[in-house]
């Protein structure tokens, strides 16, 4: 059974910056592909940055290029969202995700198999 709990959520200023982790229950890690995605309220889930299996190939969502940094480290199975720069419009509960194998092309929620039960973050003006 493969689990993910994200944690570093929380509430920063704009312009501040957050670091959120996600542990990863599964012993073949190595072999996933993780990413992030957002939900705000009443709005749909949304892709935020992806990473390959290896760490060697990432993407970013437009609205987050330059800001965000998606990592990880195998040895510890977790990836992380290094957010810098945080404006309002970035509030949302973030959610890890997993699939196995996967590309940086999977950027839909459907893509992936496994998801955390989500963070908060909340960025205020």
């Known amino acids: 059974q493969v689990q993910l709990v994200e944690s570093g959520g929380g509430l920063v200023q704009a312009g501040g910056s957050l670091r959120l982790s996600c542990a990863a229950s599964?012993?073949?890690?190595?072999?996933?592909?993780m990413a992030w995605f957002r939900q705000a309220p009443g709005k749909e889930r949304e892709f935020v940055a992806v990473?390959?299996?290896?760490?060697?190939?990432?993407r970013y969502a437009d609205s987050v290029k330059g800001r965000f940094t998606i990592s990880r480290d195998n040895a510890k199975n977790t990836v992380y969202l290094q957010m810098n720069s945080l404006k309002p419009d970035d509030t949302a509960v973030y959610y890890c995700?997993?699939?196995?194998?996967?590309?940086?092309?999977?950027?839909?929620?459907?893509?992936?198999?496994?998801w955390g039960p989500g963070i908060q973050v909340t960025v205020s003006s």
């Open positions: 990473i390959t299996s290896s760490g060697g190939s990432t």
């Open positions: 995700a997993a699939r196995l194998s996967g590309s940086i092309w999977d950027m839909s929620p459907r893509d992936y198999q496994y």
């Open positions: 599964i012993q073949t890690f190595k072999w996933y592909g």
